[in-house]
């Protein structure tokens, strides 16, 4: 991992409230591996909030730049959203695991919710190298929010989506979508990234189905970098930090259910007992 | 023209006073990847335990108005780990390792004093008293002048390492209770801990931490903190450690003005890996700008 100070190439609105930024940094685009993120500072020294911002690494132009797709949800995307061409931004990274494949790996299903097909193309233009077949499968509200179709379509993939208002693609979510074609599909495994509830149950298909799902979280993170134990999240083995052990997690691994989280021990000093502690 | 930094924290002699706060700087590993370790005036480890703590349930921390909230709930892995593992690692940077240490009843503050004994590497052993005693019916330690005095006791009979007690704000009278750990034997104090306190997401009516209240930290509370430092330097006559929202050297040097021998830096190490490194170049290059030749010139000089 690598602090830089690093300058912004070029910004494009891609739809209305998302963006994409390329930064220039060759370190960060040398070593990054599809599942990745970066951490940056957004905003002003002046700016009452703190902490960081991650987001996964898009694509990179190798050896030279990377690329990361946003929406403004907030006020430190707010302020990377203000960010000129030519600014230089402090950035952290490549942080983080990344997604993972076998060499003999022919066959693989992509699938997100919204912004969650960032870190998909980085992982997608890996394996289309390794002439890996892709099912892309990607959904939005309506055609006009639907993110990376022409990346995907551009890569000569035939490219799956699903939108609320079917106005292009399959109507409905792309959930109800993979659920329609993955017995045709039938992929090696299934690459997924969105909403908490969306991979829940694309990791509950996968498991119907046999096929290894592996899964990129999001949680709240200060460090990004696996010392403040701040982005837990549940795992059969215990709580893992999403920011070091993860982003990227094989399903079968994680603990869904919200009643089985309510049952975990927790506790400050309390080794053994129910009770917690205010913090630390 | 040098300038003289270092300074002796009760019998710890540090090259500077700038140290990474317990709980945010891990074992010192993820962070050498940014900055030359050896130049810190300490390391100080997490918290460690007697048993291993899994920790409190997610989320954990969300972030406030200049600072954030956590409730990490002091996981770790326990002492016999941190010795087998984390403490021969921190030895090879050749800098003073304090170890802060946690417990649940008196007796295994003493155990892990014992167990901290005669062992290779450690330069001292800062007590975090922010833990609720079961005992006494889950009242923090440190928010009872009489129970910070026992803790301290009970360690200092089982150790003759230099003795730091780490302090919390949670407290009426923060000077009654230094007073206190001081008189059992505490060779210097630590301050401050988090504050306790709250975030609300007004969207879905549900408290921001799963444990629903946390500590707060970083620049928010960096006032109360300097308050604190300067209130216990006037009434111990032990080192301190300043501690809370130090981002910058002018922060840091604001803790020394009020009477801290040493600071530690917590919550700017997630924004800036480099903090300590940077915060150690601009006391130096703030004494240098005013022709001090120590640091000492400054420590406990404010004009009141
Ligand atoms: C590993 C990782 C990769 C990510 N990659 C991307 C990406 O490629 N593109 C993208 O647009 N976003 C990504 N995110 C989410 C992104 O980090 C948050 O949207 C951003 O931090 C919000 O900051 P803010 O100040 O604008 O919002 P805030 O004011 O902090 O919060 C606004 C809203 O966003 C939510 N939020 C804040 N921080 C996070 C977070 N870390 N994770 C999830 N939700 C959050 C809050 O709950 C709130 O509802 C990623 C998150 C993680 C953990
Ligand atoms: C994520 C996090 C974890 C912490 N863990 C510990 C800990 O294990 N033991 C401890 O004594 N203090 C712990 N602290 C408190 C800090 O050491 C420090 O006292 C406090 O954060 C105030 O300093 P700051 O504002 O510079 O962060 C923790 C603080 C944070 C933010």
């Keep these: ?280 | 023209m040098s300038v003289n930094l270092s300074v002796n924290l009760a019998g710890i002699k540090m090259k500077n006073p700038v140290m990474p706060a317990s709980g945010t700087f891990g074992t010192g590993r993820e962070f050498s990847e940014f900055m030359d370790i050896k130049s810190l005036g300490a390391l100080v480890a997490k918290t460690v335990t007697l048993r291993p703590v899994v920790g409190n349930k997610p989320p954990r921390i969300c972030e406030t108005n200049s600072g954030m909230l956590n409730s990490i709930g002091l996981q770790n892995e326990g002492i016999d780990h941190f010795l087998k593992h984390d403490l021969p690692y921190m030895r090879k940077f050749k800098v003073p390792i304090i170890v802060n240490i946690a417990g649940n009843t008196l007796e295994e503050y003493a155990q892990m004093c014992r167990d901290l004994h005669g062992v290779e590497g450690v330069s001292g052993i800062e007590l975090n008293i922010s833990c609720p005693n079961i005992k006494a019916g889950g009242i923090a330690f440190g928010a009872s002048a009489r129970l910070a005095e026992q803790v301290t006791a009970a360690a200092r009979y089982n150790t003759d390492l230099p003795l730091i007690v780490k302090l919390t704000p949670n407290v009426y009278n923060i000077s009654k209770i230094a007073r206190a750990v001081v008189s059992a034997g505490a060779d210097a104090v630590s301050l401050i801990n988090t504050v306790v306190g709250m975030s609300i997401n007004i969207k879905t009516f549900e408290p921001c931490l799963a444990n629903i209240t946390g500590g707060l930290s970083g620049p928010a509370i960096k006032p109360i903190a300097v308050r604190m430092v300067w209130e216990v330097a006037q009434t111990v006559n032990v080192p301190i450690i300043g501690i809370g929202g130090i981002t910058t050297a002018e922060d840091a040097i604001e803790f020394l003005l009020a009477g801290a021998t040493a600071v530690a830096v917590g919550t700017a190490n997630f924004i800036n890996p480099r903090a300590t490194i940077e915060i150690i170049h601009g006391i130096e290059a703030f004494l240098k700008e005013r022709e001090l030749t120590d640091i000492k010139q400054i420590i406990g000089k404010v004009k009141t």
């Design chain 1, 1 to 280: 991992m690598f602090q830089v100070k690093a300058d912004i190439l070029s910004k494009e609105e891609v739809i209305p409230g998302v963006f994409s930024l390329t930064i220039v940094s060759p370190e960060i685009s040398r070593n990054a591996k599809p599942g990745q993120f970066v951490h940056i500072l957004c905003g002003s020294e002046n700016d009452n909030f703190v902490l960081r911002r991650p987001f996964s690494i898009h694509r990179v132009v190798p050896g030279r730049a990377f690329e990361i797709l946003f929406r403004v949800v907030g006020k430190g995307t707010e302020a990377l959203s203000r960010a000129k061409i030519h600014e230089s931004l402090d950035v952290i990274g490549p942080l983080g695991n990344s997604f993972t494949y076998s060499e003999k790996l022919e066959s693989a299903l992509l699938i997100a919710g919204g912004l969650g097909v960032a870190p998909l193309i980085f992982l997608a233009e890996e394996l289309a190298e390794r002439y890996v077949k892709l099912y892309p499968m990607i959904g939005a509200q309506e055609k006009a929010k639907l993110l990376c179709y022409i990346d995907f379509k551009r890569m000569g993939k035939k490219t799956y989506a699903a939108t609320e208002d079917g106005s292009i693609g399959h109507q409905g979510t792309v959930v109800d979508l993979l659920n329609r074609t993955i017995h045709q599909i039938r992929p090696q495994v299934i690459y997924a990234c969105g909403p908490k509830p969306m991979l829940r149950k694309i990791a509950e298909t996968a498991d119907e189905f046999g096929i290894d799902c592996q899964v990129s979280l999001e949680a709240k993170m200060a460090c990004g970098i696996g010392v403040c134990l701040g982005c837990a999240c549940v795992t059969k083995k215990g709580y893992k930090m999403v920011c070091k052990d993860g982003p990227v997690f094989n399903a079968r691994d994680l603990v869904w259910d919200q009643d089985e989280v309510g049952r975990l021990p927790s506790g400050g000093c309390m080794c053994e007992t129910q009770e917690t502690q205010d913090s630390d």
